[in-house]
């Protein structure tokens, strides 16, 4: 099901770099198709919008019947199961918990005549980005619009394609229960353009976030500078390592439902065992033959899918930090022991009893994650993400006469004299 | 000397936006130049960085010159003045100590079987791009450098051109001072390039701070997702605030200071009185004519300066947080009386006797700053842009059962069967 190979045959670099994607300078082909929807919208704003909604969605709208209103939301919840909305709002308040220990304040220092000062504000307008259809998933909704509202962002407005009209009724219930402000159905690269210039219905916003397909993503790129985005993030990877006693209709039951994501998920399995190994190539068969989305699963596992044999734990330990998968479960008997040695991952499992779902879902920490080795440099969405910070200084005339001096001798090798004669200036009247 | 408006006028956002330098979707007529040079590096490596440093450094290197001795930075001791060196190990400490104060723990919450926890690594390998020649500005150094050191960062790389073969002595100072590990004498898009990818003697680095030219900046844009980069910044700008009694003379040493820094140099100023207008352009241009940078400061002050008198200081708050300045002087009376005003601003500067160029320099806080309205949703370059976050996630079999249902009920309402899976084996096999 999924190519084995000894970490002895010093393949494996060679092996993973193949199945794992990684991030480059952008695919030229769909940035000029992506450009030419983002001017348009800059220049024709609702008219834009509402033109390639009406060729890529099927969907002719007014300008007024882009925004959702209150009247669908409560229709959703009248036609939902109370048990999911229930757990929804379970999931919400563990998320909510988890992300409150985020929040930072700023802080002051002061002495000698010197106030200095860091301020945390919350950004003022953010957009979220949700697929269409049956990929508009309430927990994304959930994951992404929740640090926000932690951060106190006032406006919270999303976009949301609904091919032939069709929206998701608890993605519009998630988004009531995360606060969201405003919901508006379109999507695209026509929404991002929207979102990042402003048109005459969508409001310009400060910040995009949110997954999306390829041309998504490509738009974000292009108007990031003019807008804050969040992260770019590729298709989802799972990295197990397992020890000998690792069970392995757990090991199994999580490599599959990473594989069901979609046909470019990745997943990497690190085992101690070839007989383990064995054993979760026959459990994840069995399995895999009632699973709905048997076909996405084995079309990522033959493609994106291997198995490595490694010598011991440490060596698995080191092959993870090399890989920085987006999600890293520990299959061993003392996970802890090894939590110090990871370094490079977006989310850690630890233990049997942990499937990785539970980062998904319910746990509380986010499933927004870096993917494709970013794990190196980028971290799992947070409140960080929706509040930015300013300084503050203020001196003292005598603070200023004591420390005058070393603004003016670095200005004047750097050249900037008129830098100096700010000291200058007020240093000699002061006198 | 500046355009002056009366904000009755109401014309004053057509007048703010043409002085303005506002982000756009990229030039692409850079951008294509640029992917040329990124395309040649990632796979050429060293061979084609050597090949555009002869190009456009006038300058020709074996691969083994690339990087800077040691002996350079101890001759650069030796002839440097030794208050400059004072000077500079002065703004250090106080960069590294307000620095300090930002630096931030993970934390773990654990209850009722869960255990959850937030983690913090400082990123492995960051690239300081650092301009050549005479706008090597030490400064930049320190305050690009510092909060990288503060945050644990262990490998720490300069890359800055030496055109005809020249670095400048106080830049390599400053770097030892901060504590860079090595520098690489190639500047431009091969440089950024390196870093990126690596090659044959450049490491491939995980983050690329620092400013650079138009070319650099599209480069750095390009890799970004390959590696992570600061932020998109653009020619810095200065709003001062200044009510009836503040001082002419400190008010023009301010603006000049600000209009000195290259041509596209952005200068705003808002005042309640029409006399002090007349005061402080009678001021300019008698500090004006003994600037050696005055013909830079002319041609930014004439294209890129705008004074507006506003009715009273409550608007001009809110006209600067319209306008979202990197840096914001208010020469005020009580000026701590509108800090709770200010929103949007990189840097804040209260009362006279806090020149803007302590922000530049000495007083602590990082002169690294959104521009071009960005401060709406970037901030100052800190020590969190130096670490990333990771996620742990365990549970116990008791919590998984308690709250596994929530999980399933989610992931069918997602049509993810192998995500409740996960829960459902596992809940069964322990019952």
New interface residues.
């Given amino acids: 099901m999924m190519k084995t190979v000894h970490v002895e045959d010093r393949r494996f670099k060679a092996v993973y770099r193949k199945v794992l994607h990684?991030?480059?300078?952008?695919d030229r082909t769909i940035e000029k198709t992506v450009?030419k929807i983002?001017d348009d919208v800059r220049e024709k704003g609702d008219k834009a919008v509402l033109r390639y909604t009406e060729k890529f969605d099927r969907l002719k709208l007014t300008p007024d019947q882009m925004r959702v209103d209150a009247d669908q939301t409560r229709r959703a919840y009248e036609k939902a199961?109370p048990?999911?909305v229930?757990?929804?709002q379970?999931?919400a308040d563990r998320i909510t918990?988890?992300h409150e220990?985020?929040k930072?304040e700023g802080?002051t220092?002061q002495n000698d005549g010197?106030?200095?000062a860091?301020r945390v504000?919350p950004?003022?307008r953010v957009g979220l980005y949700v697929p269409g259809g049956?990929a508009a998933?309430?927990?994304s909704v959930l994951m992404n619009a929740i640090p926000a509202r932690v951060a106190g962002v006032p406006r919270l407005v999303i976009v949301s394609p609904s091919p032939d009209g069709v929206l998701n009724p608890?993605m519009l219930i998630a988004a009531d229960i995360a606060g969201v402000t405003e919901i508006y159905r379109i999507g695209g690269v026509q929404a991002v353009g929207a979102l990042a210039y402003g048109t005459e219905t969508i409001p310009k916003v400060?910040?995009i976030v949110g997954p999306g397909n390829q041309y998504v993503a490509a738009a974000k790129?292009?108007?990031?500078?003019?807008?804050?985005i969040d992260m770019?993030a590729g298709p989802s990877e799972l990295l197990i390592i397992a020890d000998d006693r690792a069970n392995p209709?757990?090991v199994a039951?999580?490599l599959?439902?990473q594989?069901?994501?979609d046909e470019e998920a990745v997943v990497i399995f690190l085992a101690t065992s070839k007989s383990l190994v064995e054993k979760v190539e026959r459990e994840m068969k069995a399995?895999l033959a009632r699973?709905?989305?048997k076909k996405i699963?084995t079309t990522s596992l033959r493609h994106h899918g291997v198995t490595f044999i490694v010598p011991d734990l440490k060596q698995a330990i080191a092959m993870s930090n090399e890989i920085a998968p987006e999600h890293l479960s520990l299959f061993v008997a003392e996970?802890?022991a090894y939590?110090d040695g990871?370094?490079?991952?977006?989310?850690?499992?630890?233990?049997?009893?942990?499937?990785?779902?539970?980062?998904?879902?319910?746990?509380?920490?986010?499933h927004v994650?870096?993917t494709g080795g970013?794990?190196?440099?980028?971290?799992?969405l947070?409140v960080?993400d929706f509040v930015?910070?300013?300084?503050?200084?203020?001196?003292?005339?005598e603070?200023?006469e004591k420390?005058g001096?070393?603004?003016v001798?670095?200005?004047e090798?750097?050249?900037?004299?008129?830098?100096?004669?700010?000291?200058r200036?007020?240093v000699n009247?002061n006198a």
């Fill in positions: 990684r991030l480059d300078v952008g450009r983002l199961d048990a999911v229930e757990s929804l379970y999931a918990a988890f220990k985020q930072k802080f220092v010197i106030y200095l860091q504000h950004i003022e049956k998933y309430p927990s608890y400060d910040k790129r292009l108007v990031y500078g003019l807008v804050d770019i209709t757990y039951s999580d599959l439902s594989a069901e994501h399995q699973l709905p989305r699963a996970p802890f939590l990871i370094v490079h991952a977006g989310s850690v499992f630890l233990g049997e009893q942990t499937p990785q779902a539970l980062g998904d879902y319910i746990a509380g920490p986010n994650l870096p970013t794990a190196r440099f980028f971290s799992p947070c960080d930015k910070r300013s300084s503050v200084i203020s001196y003292s005339r603070a200023l420390s001096q070393h603004l001798r670095i200005a090798v750097e050249g900037l004299e008129a830098h100096a004669n700010m000291v200036i007020r009247n």
